[in-house]
């Protein structure tokens, strides 16, 4: 089983930037493809981005052009840089691999 522990949320102003990261760790030999998802209130969990263990990525239409997902195998991390952040990008953000999920990390997008 794998535990994930996502961190780099926080409050950004609109058109700001952040990145948030994803450590994963658990006796595990790989780990296949990773993702973010995010939920915002009163709305349900949607994805964001994927990315296979050898870089194919998807995003959702929402947020292409803005948001860049990347993994780093070694170091078992994935990455999500988000540019040109906008209010309703506000949400809490979270890591999942193989079945497991991370506890979220809040990202706020406010003036």
């Known amino acids: 089983q794998v535990q994930l522990v996502e961190s780099g949320g926080g409050l950004v102003q609109p058109g700001g930037s952040l990145r948030l990261s994803c450590a994963a760790s658990g006796r595990i030999f790989s780990i296949g493809p990773m993702g973010w998802y995010r939920q915002a209130p009163g709305k349900q969990r949607e994805l964001v981005a994927t990315?296979?263990?050898?870089?194919?990525?998807v995003y959702a239409d929402s947020v292409k052009g803005r948001f860049t997902i990347s993994r780093d195998n070694v170091k078992r991390a994935v990455y999500l840089q988000m540019n040109s952040l906008k209010p309703e990008d506000t949400a809490v953000y979270y890591c999942?691999?193989?079945?497991?999920w991370g506890q979220g990390t809040q990202v706020t997008v406010s003036s």
């Open positions: 999942n691999a193989m079945d497991s």
């Open positions: 990315i296979s263990r050898g870089g194919n990525t």
